[in-house]
């Protein structure tokens, strides 16, 4: 007597669409209009930036750091050069 196993069922995904003004305003949480302003003229005149290196500069935190300059590549000031998932660099465009 041999037991069958029932064949196991995949795990149904549900897709969440989140809507764009939803995901901006959740991104310039935490960002005061005068540090992006400033960050706006001082970051294109660095070689590189990273989130460690705008923390130190400005007095936040990385993680919002991180969120400033996912927010400035969206703009077109800073392009992505490198790096990876958690430390990403930027260069001036």
């Given at each position: ?67 400033l300059l996912k927010i400035l590549a969206g703009e077109e000031v ?16």
């Open positions: 007597m041999s037991k069958e196993k029932a064949p196991k069922r995949a795990k149904k995904q549900e897709k969440v669409e989140l809507k764009p003004e939803y995901v901006q305003a959740q991104l310039e949480t935490n960002l005061s209009q005068e540090i992006l302003v400033k960050a706006k003229a001082e970051l294109p005149k660095e070689k590189y930036v990273t989130p460690f290196k705008v923390a130190q500069k400005y007095g936040i935190k990385i993680s919002t750091a991180k969120r800073l392009v992505r050069a490198g790096g990876n998932r958690r430390a990403p660099i930027f260069s001036p465009r």
